[in-house]
């Protein structure tokens, strides 16, 4: 897949520049794990880019319209199957690798960058205590669904502070696009 499609989409329907975040950030921590796991790293990368890029246009039809939109496209239906999953409220299971990857990075990411907002220092040295610990503070980035972050790392199947550590790492290496 070329990736300058899915980012000719992000440009062109998100104006938010912290939305663009988002998802650069999602796309990060999907591209690490398509290599973890020797999958599609442009497609995994994709899928993170535009897993919210109808939010800012059709926030009541989010992610239903973006699917749509990209099935128009030609987007292949496992890319459709993760975006729609990573909803809890599409109904949509997750049962790929990449829908489970995309529902357990997406909020984690989120909260990682709130976590590193507050710090000094930003992403270099933010360890998975650190960010544990603020996920117990329920007024710290309060939007942020826990349970969610909790669910994905167990449908992934993996130990919480790997998965924590490992979505760091992603970001930092794109710290400075995200401004982190």
Request: with cysteine; glycine share 8%; hydrophobic share 40%.
């Amino acid at each position: 897949m070329d990736i300058s499609q899915p980012q000719a989409l992000l440009r062109e329907y998100v104006s938010s520049e912290s939305l663009r975040r988002h998802c650069k950030a999602v796309s990060a921590a999907m591209s690490a794990y398509a290599k973890k796991y020797s999958e599609d790293k442009d497609l995994w990368e994709a899928v993170g880019l535009l897993h919210d890029f109808d939010y800012e246009k059709y926030p009541d039809e989010h992610p239903f319209k973006g699917v749509e939109i990209l099935k128009g496209m030609g987007y292949s239906q496992d890319v459709l199957d993760a975006i729609l999953g990573h909803a809890v409220y599409s109904g949509v299971a997750r049962e790929s690798k990449m829908a489970k990857c995309l529902f357990a990075v997406d909020e984690l990411c989120g909260f990682i960058v709130a976590c590193a907002l507050v710090r000094p220092e930003r992403l270099q040295g933010l360890a998975p205590k650190s960010v544990k610990k603020r996920l117990k503070a329920k007024a710290f980035a309060a939007k942020i669904n826990r349970d969610e972050i909790a669910q994905g790392i167990e449908e992934l199947g993996v130990d919480g502070d790997e998965h924590i550590a490992f979505v760091i790492s992603a970001l930092q290496g794109i710290s400075g696009e995200l401004g982190l």
